[in-house]
């Protein structure tokens, strides 16, 4: 069943069902967080949190905070409930969302590197001067929760914007990434 949940999210994400992109990731995100939940419930049955689970998935998806969700060529609109959204409204505080980002790194369905991001807010570009090849950022510190930051997004150059401190517990900066190998 939660198989056959997710396809038909990411078919309605494509458009099959909805042609307006706000519809369809509003449905995709929903159908796929009960899915995410479901699995979850799984094996952490009520009452009992034993397991630790790792969901892993694009920064847009596992944001604790409303997002702002822009699409190319259309613009953006506001309230879209992503699954970590869903989750962290369930779970509290046991929910932890872990962004990952980087410099010059390569998106999953890419052939060559992101551009760099060149914008004064973009987190990439403050983190790739410590020149580390992995950093993990509190999010809760001053320096990140004073202004909205870009933040490394698959098929977004120079990111998106988001309040890291409302939607994510930390953030692990790449400095260097292997690339992504696209698998048909």
């Known amino acids: ?29 929903a159908t796929f967080g009960i899915s995410v939940r479901s ?20 920064n847009v998806h596992i944001s604790k ?13 506001e309230g879209l409930h992503s699954v970590g ?9 046991e929910y932890v969302a872990i962004a990952q980002s980087g410099f010059n790194v390569t998106g999953m369905f890419s052939k ?19 020149h580390d090849k992995f950093l993990l950022v509190d999010t809760k510190a001053s320096w990140v929760s004073k202004q909205q930051w870009l933040l490394h997004e698959e098929g977004m150059p120079n990111g998106r914007y988001y309040n890291l401190t409302e939607a994510f517990d930390a953030i692990v900066f790449h400095s260097v990434a292997p690339k992504g190998v696209w698998i048909g």
């Open 1 to 29: 069943m939660n198989a056959l949940r997710m396809l038909r999210s990411w078919q309605i994400k494509s458009g099959t069902l909805y042609t307006s992109p706000f519809q369809s990731a509003r449905v995709r995100e």
């Open 39 to 58: 699995q979850y419930a799984n094996v952490n049955p009520i009452g009992s949190r034993k397991h630790k689970t790792i969901f892993l998935s694009a």
């Open 65 to 77: 905070a409303v997002l702002r969700q822009m699409f190319v060529n259309v613009g953006y609109f």
């Open 85 to 93: 959204y869903q989750l962290h409204s369930e779970m509290d505080d």
């Open 112 to 130: 060559a590197p992101y551009p760099f991001p060149n914008s004064p807010v973009s987190i990439d570009l403050t983190l790739e001067a410590y």
